[in-house]
């Protein structure tokens, strides 16, 4: 609560609540001091010159603890510490309630077109209301009812009065009425319950309860979403296991593509998806093709691993993405890497296999996996092709090794490369800028020549090393490749990439249909229910439900 500007006639005629407040501050101010909570819920910071004013006996408490200044110790009005905790209190009841951050923005925004005057008033209200509830709260049912019962009643009325008054150029004379109905009522509760280690005691323990309460739901919903996020739906399981088993059915002959030397040929546009997921992988492969202007001259390369290789294999046998060529291939049968590479990047304490998946990893093996290439797009399972992207292979790399888009903006700290990479280690802090821009892993030309050139292969590895020894990124490959193509990013424009369609629902429909590539970054995936209705439909545009599979296994948009 703000403290009132200058003397509140209303002060001067409450003297004898003054007093009455001094003595219960002064007898209960330790307690106050013992307990020091925080605020729940800081207001925005008053303008010079502009105040706050307090309900009158909320005043008469504020100018006796100026008064008492003087004397030394400690000074706490009741007042101001009930509305304080009060306030607390609300805010974690509001939570439990359902109500959002944004609902509060959204009053606050109209409070803020106010003129002073009335936001004056309307703060003066939300202060009156906040007290109202607390009071109710201490209520007994063995109480007073009429009490109970006038209390709730000026609850409604001050919130239809805040509600009318937000965002108008004043405060109507019936909401002037209200708040004097409302001052009186305080009054007759501030008399009903005068002992304020009761009050604090029963405040205390409310307020512990709601916030394990909080504590409990966030918990429940937390650990729910990262079980919706890791796991796949059943008709994705049930979809696997038909594939694996029709796959072991034909004949081996019948287990190769065609077109399996092709993949060695530079004169193709050569695309790489290393997936797990047989539905996005398909999605990526339809939406390329679709977008392509000349789909005879795509090359696509699916690398898998062994537990989902003869259902990638049995998809792609039985919808094969003609005219454009395709391999999948499985991670298995890279003898050149490390015995112990599907197990390389568990992290202790991190179950998401987004961060500990081995594919997701293999980005930093391109030279390897394809040593034939001079130019590769790595695309994740989880973007959508709209527009032809055989201009990047035209581009002019200008001796940089990977193209991508970059993730910052002015203002956009968390963004940059010191949200990833811990800064505190010297290796880190001599080598990198910790305000780099970062970019964007998903959809990226990589110049296969340069990197080998460049050496980053064995960059890579130092890197990983220094990583496994100290804890100094989070989990993924996401930092690994801030720091491992560092100054050897080629910047796109943004119209090649657009990200967050798995976390953020305020994209807008102008930037989605302008995107060459979309990008559902983020945990809601447009496979999972969880997804974000609005992004669901571009998905759904390359995936054939008519499928004889997708239909046994109750796939559906």
Same mark, same amino acid.
């Given at each position: 609560?703000?403290?009132?500007?200058?003397?509140?006639?209303?002060?001067?005629?409450?003297?004898?609540?003054?007093?009455?407040?001094?003595?219960?501050?002064?007898?209960?101010?330790?307690?106050?001091?013992?307990?020091?909570?925080?605020?729940?819920?800081?207001?925005?910071?008053?303008?010079?010159?502009?105040?706050?004013?307090?309900?009158?006996?909320?005043?008469?408490?504020?100018?006796?603890?100026?008064?008492?200044?003087?004397?030394?110790?400690?000074?706490?009005?009741?007042?101001?510490?009930?509305?304080?905790?009060?306030?607390?209190?609300?805010?974690?009841?509001?939570?439990?309630?359902?109500?959002?951050?944004?609902?509060?923005?959204?009053?606050?925004?109209?409070?803020?077109?106010?003129?002073?005057?009335?936001?004056?008033?309307?703060?003066?209200?939300?202060?009156?209301?906040?007290?109202?509830?607390?009071?109710?709260?201490?209520?007994?049912?063995?109480?007073?009812?009429?009490?109970?019962?006038?209390?709730?009643?000026?609850?409604?009325?001050?919130?239809?009065?805040?509600?009318?008054?937000?965002?108008?150029?004043?405060?109507?004379?019936?909401?002037?009425?209200?708040?004097?109905?409302?001052?009186?009522?305080?009054?007759?509760?501030?008399?009903?319950?005068?002992?304020?280690?009761?009050?604090?005691?029963?405040?205390?323990?409310?307020?512990?309860?709601?916030?394990?309460?909080?504590?409990?739901?966030?918990?429940?919903?937390?650990?729910?979403?990262?079980?919706?996020?890791?796991?796949?739906?059943?008709?994705?399981?049930?979809?696997?296991?038909?594939?694996?088993?029709?796959?072991?059915?034909?004949?081996?002959?019948?287990?190769?593509?065609?077109?399996?030397?092709?993949?060695?040929?530079?004169?193709?546009?050569?695309?790489?998806?290393?997936?797990?997921?047989?539905?996005?992988?398909?999605?990526?492969?339809?939406?390329?093709?679709?977008?392509?202007?000349?789909?005879?001259?795509?090359?696509?390369?699916?690398?898998?691993?062994?537990?989902?290789?003869?259902?990638?294999?049995?998809?792609?046998?039985?919808?094969?993405?003609?005219?454009?060529?395709?391999?999948?291939?499985?991670?298995?049968?890279?003898?050149? $890497? =490390?015995?112990? @590479?599907? /197990? &390389?990047? #568990? !992290?202790?304490?991190?179950?998401?296999?987004?961060?500990?998946?081995?594919?997701?990893?293999?980005?930093?093996? $391109? =030279?390897?996996? @394809?040593? /034939? &290439?001079? #130019? !590769?797009?790595?695309?994740?399972?989880?973007?959508?092709?709209?527009?032809?992207?055989?201009?990047?292979?035209? $581009?002019?790399?200008?001796?940089?090794?990977?193209?991508? !888009?970059?993730?910052?903006?002015?203002?956009?700290?968390?963004?940059?490369?010191?949200?990833?990479?811990?800064?505190?280690?010297?290796?880190?802090?001599?080598?990198?800028?910790?305000?780099?821009?970062?970019?964007?892993?998903?959809?990226?030309?990589?110049?296969?020549?340069?990197?080998?050139?460049?050496?980053?292969?064995?960059?890579?590895?130092?890197?990983?090393?220094?990583?496994?020894?100290?804890?100094?990124?989070?989990?993924?490959?996401?930092?690994?490749?801030?720091?491992?193509?560092?100054?050897?990013?080629?910047?796109?424009?943004?119209?090649?990439?657009?990200?967050?369609?798995?976390?953020?629902?305020?994209?807008?429909?102008?930037?989605?249909?302008?995107?060459?590539?979309?990008?559902?970054?983020?945990?809601?995936?447009?496979?999972?229910?969880?997804?974000?209705?609005?992004?669901?439909?571009?998905?759904?545009?390359?995936?054939?439900?008519?499928?004889?599979?997708?239909?046994?296994?109750?796939?559906?948009?």
């Amino acid at each position: 609560m703000r403290a009132a500007g200058g003397r509140d006639p209303a002060a001067a005629a409450a003297l004898p609540l003054l007093l009455r407040a001094l003595l219960i501050a002064t007898a209960c101010g330790l307690v106050f001091a013992l307990l020091n909570l925080p605020d729940g819920r800081a207001r925005s910071s008053t303008a010079p010159g502009e105040s706050r004013s307090l309900s009158p006996a909320a005043g008469a408490a504020a100018g006796g603890e100026r008064a008492a200044g003087g004397g030394g110790g400690v000074r706490v009005s009741v007042e101001q510490g009930l509305t304080r905790e009060a306030r607390r209190l609300n805010t974690v009841t509001e939570e439990i309630d359902g109500q959002t951050d944004e609902i509060a923005a959204e009053e606050d925004e109209r409070i803020s077109k106010s003129p002073p005057d009335t936001k004056e008033k309307i703060w003066m209200m939300q202060d009156q209301l906040i007290m109202a509830k607390a009071y109710l709260h201490f209520a007994s049912p063995q109480g007073s009812a009429h009490l109970i019962r006038e209390l709730k009643l000026r609850i409604k009325e001050i919130e239809r009065a805040i509600s009318h008054s937000s965002g108008g150029s004043r405060v109507p004379r019936s909401a002037m009425q209200k708040m004097k109905a409302m001052e009186l009522t305080l009054s007759k509760a501030q008399r009903t319950y005068p002992r304020c280690s009761q009050m604090t005691s029963k405040l205390r323990a409310m307020t512990h309860h709601s916030e394990e309460l909080v504590r409990a739901h966030q918990s429940e919903s937390s650990f729910l979403e990262q079980v919706a996020v890791r796991t796949l739906p059943k008709g994705h399981h049930c979809l696997a296991m038909r594939l694996t088993t029709d796959y072991f059915l034909l004949d081996p002959k019948e287990h190769e593509f065609p077109t399996r030397d092709i993949r060695q040929l530079d004169g193709y546009y050569h695309y790489a998806i290393f997936s797990d997921n047989v539905l996005a992988s398909a999605v990526v492969v339809n939406s390329t093709v679709a977008a392509s202007k000349n789909p005879g001259s795509i090359m696509l390369h699916i690398v898998t691993d062994a537990l989902n290789y003869p259902a990638m294999m049995m998809w792609f046998l039985t919808n094969p993405p003609t005219p454009a060529a395709i391999q999948v291939e499985n991670l298995d049968d890279f003898k050149w $890497l =490390p015995g112990d @590479f599907s /197990s &390389l990047f #568990k !992290v202790k304490g991190v179950r998401d296999p987004r961060y500990t998946s081995a594919l997701n990893h293999l980005r930093f093996y $391109l =030279p390897e996996v @394809f040593p /034939s &290439l001079s #130019k !590769v797009l790595l695309l994740d399972h989880d973007v959508l092709v709209q527009k032809d992207l055989s201009g990047l292979w035209d $581009l002019d790399m200008m001796g940089k090794v990977i193209g991508a !888009v970059k993730t910052c903006t002015s203002g956009e700290s968390y963004h940059r490369l010191d949200s990833l990479v811990e800064f505190s280690n010297p290796s880190i802090f001599n080598k990198f800028d910790a305000k780099a821009c970062t970019f964007a892993f998903g959809m990226n030309i990589f110049d296969l020549n340069e990197w080998r050139k460049q050496g980053l292969s064995a960059t890579y590895h130092k890197w990983f090393q220094v990583g496994k020894r100290q804890k100094l990124w989070k989990a993924g490959s996401l930092p690994l490749g801030q720091l491992v193509f560092y100054n050897q990013t080629l910047p796109l424009n943004r119209r090649w990439h657009v990200l967050g369609l798995g976390h953020d629902s305020s994209i807008g429909r102008d930037d989605l249909e302008s995107a060459y590539v979309i990008h559902y970054s983020g945990k809601l995936k447009p496979w999972l229910e969880i997804s974000i209705p609005k992004y669901r439909d571009y998905w759904n545009r390359y995936m054939n439900y008519d499928n004889t599979y997708l239909q046994q296994c109750n796939i559906h948009g």
